[in-house]
């Protein structure tokens, strides 16, 4: 468990070990401090990664959660954190994690979602999902000839492209970073074979005019 404020890691380690999570619970500071000490440590089965009160959005954040899902490519990645807003799951699980709990919910609950990602599986929050299922019952319908060829956010940007809108205001009202809305970009770029933005934008029109597509 990774957590940089001292009580709460040792709290947490300790209602995790008392709820039967069926794991040794080894807190620490930082990745940093595992390398150091992980010689006399049991193998990895999952990584929970306790934000607090920060976003996956905030900066650096997101890319500490790719650099981790990615030196451990073996072992889930599972974000705690007091928010469990859409957008900040949804970046959580492009960034690589297999899971993301948030605060509200009980230690029960904890438990069983680190053990679905050490089993393979991915936990997200109930409440996350019914506010997809709102989105797209309130007519949010723009995007639905996108979401068979792309990902969910990949989908709200190619519309937002299609809509002559730049990079920054993508960003802001999306809740990412620029750097993470020209990645999103540069893939669907390749998916739709477009060497530029007027020709993503073109191709994403042909999309609505066709229907949905399969997932390539």
Same mark, same amino acid.
């Given at each position: 468990?990774?957590?940089?404020?001292?009580?709460?890691? /040792?709290? #947490? !380690?300790?209602?995790? &070990?008392?709820?039967?999570?069926?794991? @040794?619970?080894?807190?620490?500071?930082?990745?940093?401090?595992?390398?150091?000490?992980?010689?006399? !440590?049991?193998?990895?089965?999952? $990584? #929970?990664?306790?934000?607090?009160?920060?976003?996956?959005?905030? =900066?650096?954040?997101?890319? /500490?959660?790719?650099?981790?899902?990615? &030196? %451990?490519?073996?072992?889930?990645?599972?974000?705690?954190?007091?928010?469990?807003?859409?957008?900040?799951?949804?970046?959580? #699980?492009?960034?690589? !994690?297999?899971?993301?709990?948030?605060?509200?919910?009980?230690?029960? @609950?904890?438990?069983?979602?680190?053990?679905?990602?050490?089993?393979?599986?991915? %936990?997200?929050?109930?409440?996350?999902?019914?506010?997809?299922? =709102?989105?797209?019952?309130?007519?949010?319908?723009?995007?639905?000839?996108?979401?068979?060829?792309?990902?969910?956010?990949?989908?709200?940007?190619?519309?937002?492209?299609?809509?002559?809108?730049?990079?920054?205001? $993508?960003?802001?009202?999306?809740?990412?970073? /620029?750097?993470?809305?020209?990645?999103?970009?540069?893939?669907?770029?390749?998916?739709?074979?477009?060497?530029?933005?007027? &020709?993503?934008?073109?191709? @994403?029109?042909? #999309? %609505?005019?066709?229907?949905?597509?399969?997932?390539?």
């Amino acid at each position: 468990m990774l957590d940089g404020r001292a009580l709460d890691r /040792e709290c #947490l !380690a300790s209602a995790l &070990e008392d709820h039967e999570l069926g794991m @040794v619970v080894v807190a620490m500071g930082s990745i940093e401090e595992w390398r150091i000490r992980k010689g006399s !440590a049991c193998p990895l089965s999952t $990584i #929970l990664f306790n934000l607090g009160g920060r976003k996956v959005t905030d =900066h650096g954040i997101a890319e /500490e959660i790719r650099h981790i899902s990615s &030196e %451990f490519k073996t072992v889930p990645v599972v974000i705690l954190a007091d928010t469990e807003d859409l957008a900040q799951v949804l970046t959580a #699980l492009e960034c690589g !994690a297999r899971g993301y709990i948030p605060t509200s919910v009980g230690i029960d @609950v904890c438990v069983e979602a680190i053990n679905l990602a050490a089993a393979g599986g991915i %936990f997200v929050p109930a409440s996350s999902v019914l506010s997809m299922r =709102h989105l797209i019952k309130s007519g949010n319908c723009d995007a639905r000839p996108l979401t068979g060829m792309f990902t969910l956010r990949q989908a709200e940007v190619a519309q937002a492209l299609r809509r002559g809108k730049a990079n920054k205001i $993508i960003a802001h009202e999306l809740n990412l970073r /620029e750097s993470t809305v020209k990645v999103h970009i540069r893939n669907i770029m390749k998916k739709l074979k477009a060497t530029n933005r007027t &020709e993503v934008a073109y191709k @994403v029109n042909d #999309l %609505f005019a066709e229907g949905p597509l399969g997932q390539e």
